[in-house]
């Protein structure tokens, strides 16, 4: 790409970055990505998609609206199908409702639309506005061990135990854990040593020493032809999805992709120092218009709700500030529809060290904390423990403002509550009734 439309269209230079940096960042995010093609399409065939062409659908809505992103927003964010959504159509509604998945991707459509609507009303805008600084601040944190945690469970090195209904430390003997082990202390001395694109000069090497320890895989070859995404394409039933005793899965869908993408996009952010001195991101209803439009887009080829990835903290890490990197990254998921069988050999243990150590560097957010005040800490607190014990930092920032609108208010604090939070704490209380049905 000519060095004068990119500057013109990406603004390089007032983001103190080059195209190199950022080419670097986007492939980064791209290879800690990589096991989305292979978890999603999985989990969605447990609830009866068909693989083969969903695999091709959600390869073309992550690199599509990922380009999307980087060419209207100018952020360096990533999307792809969440999991916590994928996992709800799949498990929760087909598999343990009986729900059929063509009604599942109408509740994703409409759940767009409400997003949509959201973000064009200025809603999502204003929600962020009213958030404590406190709730703010925390999310990085959050955002940051979520990621480790990541890591750490795609390394091996901790597996759910269910005698013990916890974490546990994992077979660390075994050569996944130990090949992970290995990366995490290459690209724990690289980045010492202050080498630029040390998270994926670490990837590399670390899926090359794979090879002879059998954990990396070759492929038999190089080439694929996509398959027809016609058995998925404009499956989805709306009309029978409005019922209205599906409205609490609705809710299901809608709270925590509200809440996950709004803590990726100021994780990630303060991450790159792009927040301003209230922890708001500049412009943020471009990134939310391309998150609310590729649910619904999505949602029309069988690929629930679309979501900024955590994951794209590894490109910021890696120097990334543009939307050049969010191009890069969709354009190299667009090239995995012929080269799938080549892209596919990194093994998930090159690539969870790196998570580990970007969820280390975000870290920093909770020394502004005012941890003195307890009605500022309390809420801080419980967004980063309930993001980390649920697995699920929609739930985080949803409890972390219940329990700031309680604690202040009851505290005879109340006046330092937004009236706005009042409104918004309704459904997120609702929300979690739901869950407990």
Do not use: C
């Not at 690289?190 to 090879?211: C, E, F, M, P, S």
């Not at 975000?362 to 809420?379: C, G, Q, R």
């Amino acid at each position: 790409m000519n060095n004068k439309i990119t500057e013109k269209l990406f603004k390089l230079t007032a983001h103190r970055t080059n195209v190199r940096t950022e080419f670097t960042a986007g492939l980064t995010v791209f290879m800690t990505m990589l096991y989305v093609l292979i978890v999603v399409p999985g989990m969605l065939e447990e609830g009866g998609i068909p693989k083969g062409p969903v695999t091709i659908a959600v390869i073309l809505m992550t690199g599509i609206i990922t380009i999307i992103m980087g060419l209207y927003s100018n952020r360096p964010f990533a999307l792809a199908p969440g999991l916590g959504s994928v996992a709800f159509l799949s498990v929760t509604l087909v598999v343990s409702e009986g729900i059929p998945w063509q009604v599942g991707m109408g509740m994703v459509f409409i759940s767009g639309v409400l997003f949509v609507l959201f973000t064009i009303l200025g809603l999502r805008q204003l929600i962020v506005k009213v958030m404590p600084p406190a709730i703010k601040l925390s999310i990085g944190a959050g955002v940051g061990l979520f990621i480790a945690l990541i890591g750490f469970r795609n390394a091996g090195l901790v597996v759910a135990s269910e005698d013990a209904n916890s974490l546990q430390l994992g077979d660390i003997g075994s050569p996944n854990a130990i090949l992970a082990l290995i990366g995490f202390m290459i690209m724990s001395v690289l980045l010492a040593r202050n080498v630029r694109g040390h998270l994926l000069i670490g990837i590399v090497i670390v899926t090359l020493i794979g090879i002879p320890m059998g954990v990396t895989k070759l492929p038999d070859s190089v080439f694929s032809l996509p398959q027809s995404i016609a058995p998925v394409a404009f499956k989805l039933d709306i009309m029978e999805a409005l019922k209205i005793s599906y409205f609490p899965f609705m809710l299901a869908f809608f709270v925590p992709d509200f809440f996950s993408s709004l803590g990726t996009m100021l994780g990630v952010a303060s991450k790159g120092d792009m927040l301003d001195k209230n922890g708001d991101l500049p412009n943020i209803d471009k990134p939310f218009s391309v998150d609310a439009g590729g649910t619904v887009l999505g949602s029309l080829f069988s690929v629930p709700v679309m979501s900024t990835y955590v994951e794209s903290a590894a490109g910021v890490e890696a120097g990334g500030r543009t939307g050049l990197t969010s191009v890069t990254t969709g354009i190299l998921f667009l090239l995995t529809l012929f080269i799938t069988p080549l892209i596919m050999i990194i093994p998930t243990e090159a690539t969870a060290p790196a998570l580990i150590l970007v969820g280390l560097t975000m870290l920093s957010s909770v020394k502004n904390i005012n941890f003195a005040d307890v009605t500022e800490s309390l809420p801080a607190f419980m967004t980063i423990v309930i993001t980390i014990f649920t697995f699920n930092f929609g739930n985080g920032i949803a409890a972390g403002i219940i329990i700031y609108v309680v604690v202040k208010s009851l505290s005879g604090r109340f006046r330092e509550v937004h009236w706005g939070l009042y409104i918004v704490m309704i459904p997120l209380i609702i929300y979690f009734i739901t869950l407990a049905e």
